[in-house]
Structures are given as C-alpha cells and as structure tokens.
C-alpha cells in the first residue's frame, strides 16, 4: 500500500483466558480513507477496534498509531494518543439524564477547550450537520435508534478527531434508515477529513461508502483491497462470505 498509514497492526495477538481472539493480525489502515472490516461474527473485530484506541492491550505484536507504538508508553502518553480519537459505539451511548444538545457539548466541556459561547456554536453548527438542528433539547429516550446515532455522530465530531472508530454504527436499524446513516458518514468523512475505521456486518451496504474493505477470519485478516477491487476478488472463502450476507450468488470470476 503506497498511501500514508496512520494505524498499523504487526502480528497482534489477544486472548481473553483460553479463548484466543486475534492470532497475529496485520493491518495498514491509510490516513484519511474510510477502512471497513468484515466477517463472521464473533472473530474479533470490535476486540480490533478496543485495542486500536488502547482500551485494552494485546498480549504479543505492535500497535502503530501515527508512529508511536502503543504497545511501548505509559498511561498518560495513551491518554495523549486518544485525543486523536473518537469513537461511535453501537449502542450511541448517549447519557439518558443530558438533553441531544449537552451530550455533543459534553467532550469540549469535559477539555474545556473553548468558552462556552463558543461551545454552544460548535455544537449547533455540529447537529446542523448531522440534520438535528432543532433536537437538542430532546432527550434521548425521546429519540428514534436513527436520531440516537446522528447524535452520537455529532459528538464523535465535534473535538474534529483524526480518526473516528465505528462499531456497526448501523446496529438495530431498519435497511431505510441504514442506508442514509451509511450516506451521513460517507459525507461527514469527506467533509472532515478524519481516517474512518468501521466494524459493519452490513453487506452490499458498505462497498459505496468504504474506500478499503478487510476481512478478519480465524484470527487473521485474509485480504484487503480498494473496495471495488474486494467485490470482484477471486479468493473463494471472501467471495464464500459475501455472497451469503449478500443474499445472492456472486457472478463468476
């Protein structure tokens, strides 16, 4: 891969007691593209992301963010490498006792990284962007699961992170209401900018939105490639398990 890598994964391995998980994962993740890794469930692939951000900490291999290996500082070094991170969580988790509008203020609060004037402009201008300029008095119990993730989106972007990590953002959504999720982060990462790095079931769904698609199996990522290229590949396990969560045959190679 001849693109600038901002993350890279050297033989990763990560076992939670007996169970090994990840069995010497190798992964370049290029800056400013929108990366999606795929496969069975139950592999490892939200294990992937946790460790990428250094919520956890493999067990052999290295962790590449940016130059600086993870897997060699201290603590409070992490806590420096995660300022160049957000991450949008299945679930949004958003807190149930904040309204739309303090949950996205909630992080540039939490740095106090501007007055709070200008907070609360960031953050109007942030749920413009994600189509819930008239939400944030709205709690999210009050939500509908699309609203609940564009406000998890917001606050994903409003500290303007390098790199954004999405764990099956789309979970629990109706095909509809996917798809134009799938389309708000497409356009929101060629707004900003930020490398993406998503964990999606959702197939075809995510080949137009995904610049480079990977595929973790056995513990291992099997291929990657451009999207494009990754549809029409030859290997017979990827084609195997496109076509079954596609829901239709691949055409002949």
Known sequence: MSLPIIVKLAEVEKAFGEQSVLKGVTLDIPKGKLTTIIGPSGEGK???????????????????????????????????????????FQSAALFDSMNVFDNVAFPLREKRTAAEQEICRLVQEMLDRVELGNMGHKFPAELSGGMKKRAGLARALVMRPEIILFDEPTTGLD???????????????????FTGIMVSHQIPEIFPISDWVAMLKNGKIIAMSPSDEFQQTADPVVREFISVNNGSDLAPV
């Open 46 to 88: 939200s294990v992937m992301l946790k460790l990428i951000i250094g919520l956890i900490r493999p067990d052999r291999g290295k962790i590449i963010v940016d130059g600086i290996d993870l897997t060699r500082i201290n603590d409070r070094e992490l806590n420096d490498i995660r300022k160049k991170f957000a991450m949008l």
């Open 175 to 193: 095909p509809l209401m996917a798809h134009a999720i799938h389309k708000l982060i497409l356009a929101m990462q060629k707004a900003f900018g």
